[in-house]
């Protein structure tokens, strides 16, 4: 019964992250929004498995919680360099070259 509630509880506030995802006014609260629905996720994951007695469950989770957050990675570093992979241009220093 106890899991029960908490598995309500989760997806509630799975619901209002979605809420903040759609009504966030900068793009870091947009990204800080789906991180954090990805870690209720992960949350919700493990409490299904333990309420359907399937600890593989949380097997699924923790790959979630995983591909979560090189993916919250890979986000914030497309939005501040412009690029994924590769090399990043460095500037350089006028004080080298004369």
Request: net charge positive.
């Amino acid at each position: 019964m106890m899991f029960a509630v908490a598995a309500i509880a989760v997806f509630i506030a799975m619901v209002l992250v979605l809420i903040r995802l759609i009504s966030g006014p900068t793009l870091y609260d947009r990204v800080l929004a789906v991180n954090s629905f990805g870690t209720h996720t992960v949350l919700f994951i493990g409490i299904l498995g333990f309420l359907n007695g399937r600890p593989d469950f949380l097997d699924i989770a923790l790959l979630y919680a995983l591909i979560n957050f090189v993916g919250t990675i890979a986000i914030l570093k497309y939005f501040r360099y412009r690029s994924i992979g590769g090399v990043v241009p460095v500037p350089s220093d006028p004080k080298e070259e004369a």
